[in-house]
């Protein structure tokens, strides 16, 4: 048995990363990288990029080695026993570990057809299948419209081959670009030469017919999914944070204090799908208010606003400047001169944000979306970045700054997208 300080499961970009920022700490701890490619870690991008353009193989490598550690290149882990800090590769070798890294990366998605005639591009062996294809001067059928497909499209017509694009977007990055460049991009692969079929799927592949290149989404590993696994078994059936967050644990404790006990303000909505059996809703709220309850999010600046100033139904007509006026006039008679002039620039404040919601709800420049079945206040926005997005964020930076002047709250968070 190999005993390690530092064991690193992956042979990678990461593993490699993870090996240098180790030795930065700890230069002689006993240091084991346990890869399933036969290659030591190197740069990925080159692979459909620069030795696409001429650029050798050496000019790849990572030169990990060299930092006086082991590679066990061309193995697989079979076994993981946490308890007794230990691997078994698929040579029967164990491996014993102080501390454990996992930076396995992820497999291709396979498709339901094609076997070995689909040359799935990941990585250096796929590039070197992928070069002795294309030296044969076949044509050659990219699988998928992504950023990969597009890269190993243009190495390949690059280099003189005959090449065709396949997948079912409308157009090539659709799920990165606009569709309008999306569809443009397509039309500049075509002015190069590439046969682009957006829209279409492929149904089967045979080598007799092309070669066959898939650039298709990943899919975790073994060890991944029985991580994955094992958490979601232990997530209870509700929502749990399993933390009130510290924001709401302030507000109970200091929150009386003030008028607005905390500030819960957002520029997105909360996003309530699940994605992989998970819910969004974690990712969705930065301040719960216990284990099970996310706090409500405000995302309305007028509604914020009035939070903060206004206290009554019945006087949301009135400007908050009207509305203390006279408590202000009497005040300005009883205070120091200096005291006079912060109280101008409080009122000043208020005034000025008061007038820029105003003057954004006219000009229908708020991000809010309110609508009536009758009709609508405005048109449901286009997926992706907001309208207006600059214009909501200042807004509420403003306001959580004049809640923080005015004294009105002394606890606020704000979340300015949801960065799933």
């Given amino acids: 048995m190999t005993a390690y300080r530092y064991l690193i499961i992956g042979g990678g970009m990461t593993a490699d990363a993870a090996v240098r ?90 498709l339901p057809f094609g ?31 992504g950023f990969i497909g597009s890269e190993i499209a243009a190495g390949l ?9 396949l997948f079912p977007e409308p157009g090539i990055g659709f799920r990165l670009f606009p569709e309008s460049l999306s569809t443009f991009v397509a039309d500049y692969y075509r002015g190069k030469g590439v046969e682009v079929l957006a829209g279409e799927k492929v149904a089967s592949a045979s080598e007799a017919r092309a070669a066959f290149v898939a650039a298709v989404p990943e899919r975790l ?29 302030a507000a109970q404790h200091h929150g009386s204090a003030t008028k607005v006990p905390s500030l819960v303000l957002a520029c997105e909505p909360a996003n309530p799908s699940v994605h992989k059996n998970y819910s969004m809703i974690y990712s969705s709220h930065i301040s719960w208010s216990s284990p099970t309850t996310p706090t409500p999010l405000e995302l309305y600046p007028a509604l914020a606003f009035d ?21 202000a006039h009497g005040l300005r008679n009883r205070i120091s001169q200096s005291d006079q002039r912060r109280l101008d620039e409080y009122l000043s404040s208020v005034r000025e944000v008061e ?22 206040d405005l048109p449901r926005p286009a997926d992706g970045i907001p309208q207006d997005i600059d214009q909501h964020m200042r807004l509420m930076c403003d306001i959580l700054v004049l809640g923080f002047q005015t004294d009105t709250t002394r606890i606020t968070t704000l979340k300015l997208n949801n960065d799933h």
């Fill in 307 to 327: 939070r903060l100033f206004r206290d009554e139904v019945g006087r949301a007509d009135k400007s908050v400047l009207d509305s203390v006026r006279e408590e």
């Fill in 157 to 165: 017509v690059g280099n003189g081959c005959r090449v065709t694009m």
């Fill in 221 to 249: 590993t073994e060890i991944q999914q029985g991580m994955f696994d094992e958490a979601k078994a232990r997530l209870d059936a509700n929502i749990r944070a399993d933390i009130t967050s510290f924001d709401q644990l």
């Fill in 21 to 110: 920022g180790i030795r930065e700490l700890d230069a002689d701890g006993a240091i084991g990288v346990i890869g399933a490619e036969p290659d030591p870690p190197y740069n990925r991008p080159p692979l459909t990029k620069a030795l696409w353009k001429g650029d050798p193989l050496e000019s790849i490598w990572r030169k990990t080695g060299d930092a006086g550690i082991d590679l066990h290149l061309g193995r697989r882990v079979t076994a993981l026993d946490l308890p007794g800090k230990k691997v078994i590769d698929d040579h029967g070798d164990d491996h014993s570990f102080e501390k454990l890294l996992l930076a396995t990366g992820a497999r291709p998605r396979l």
């Fill in 115 to 145: 076997g070995d005639a689909v040359i799935y591009y990941r990585t250096l062996e796929d590039y070197r299948r992928v070069r002795a294809v294309a030296a044969k001067a076949g044509p050659i059928v990219v699988i998928g419209g």
């Fill in 355 to 376: 007038q820029r919601i105003d003057d954004a709800g006219k000009d229908r420049r708020l991000q809010g979306w309110r609508p009536t079945l009758a009709k609508p």
